[in-house]
């Protein structure tokens, strides 16, 4: 079955501990995405990712960390530098023109305990 | 000015009704633009995508650009409860290293049975 998948479905971390969330595409596609959402709030970019051992910081980076050691998977780390971290986490994919659509995988809802 | 702008709603609209979504963006450079929607709970599902000043016609979508006025909108015709959803705007925005996809926070339409 093509598309991407993200796991957890939900998570739950605990003070001081770093988390990590998993994305994977089968879809050959180039570029992966990290969005976090918030309540009543439109999605905001937290590091992309155009081609493999390659990434870039997004307009939210501090307190994550991420690797592309393989064009099929693009981990988030959660690390406990960031104090706010619940939210939907979303990753998405496309090919790598400018003009092409995102596509989401269904998201990761992170919670603190 | 944010970059992507969009009344929050929520827009209720009776079934059969055309709903009307709008959404404004404040860097010219921008060239694609994307209209997702999002039930609660759930990723954002792409709906439909448009390039050129002008209508677009995808069923009972129609998106439309207007670059000198720097505004996109979706038109929803014949309007279904199951089209009740939030509505998110996203602008395409080319950067030194790929593209970045700003949303805005989105419209909430309610379609009244």
């Known amino acids: 079955d093509g598309g991407i998948t993200q796991s957890p479905k939900y998570l739950f971390r605990k003070e001081g501990q770093n988390v990590t969330l998993s994305c994977e595409q089968n879809l050959n596609h180039d570029a992966m995405y990290w969005y976090r959402q918030d309540p009543g709030q439109g999605l905001r970019l937290i590091y992309y990712s155009q081609i493999v051992n390659d990434f870039q910081k997004g307009d939210i980076a501090e307190g994550y960390s991420v690797s592309r050691e393989k064009k099929e998977s693009f981990p988030l780390t959660v690390t406990s530098a960031q104090k706010n971290p619940t939210a939907f986490y979303l990753c998405?994919?496309?090919?790598?023109?400018?003009?092409?659509?995102?596509?989401f995988g269904d998201g990761t809802r992170l919670s603190i305990l | 000015q944010k970059e992507v702008e969009q009344n929050s709603g929520p827009l209720s609209v009776p079934e059969g009704a055309i709903a009307s979504l709008n959404c404004t963006y404040s860097d010219r450079g921008s060239q694609s633009f994307f209209w997702y929607r999002q039930y609660s709970g759930k990723s954002p599902e792409l709906i439909m995508f448009i390039y050129s000043n002008g209508d677009k016609e995808d069923g009972r979508f129609t998106a439309q650009l207007n670059k000198a006025s720097q505004y996109v909108s979706l038109l929803i015709r014949d309007s279904q409860p199951s089209d009740s959803a939030t509505y998110l705007c996203a602008v395409n925005i080319p950067m030194e290293y790929g593209n970045k996809l700003v949303f805005g926070a989105g419209t909430i339409l309610r379609v009244k049975s």
């Open positions: 998405a994919t496309n090919l790598r023109t400018l003009d092409q659509p995102q596509h």
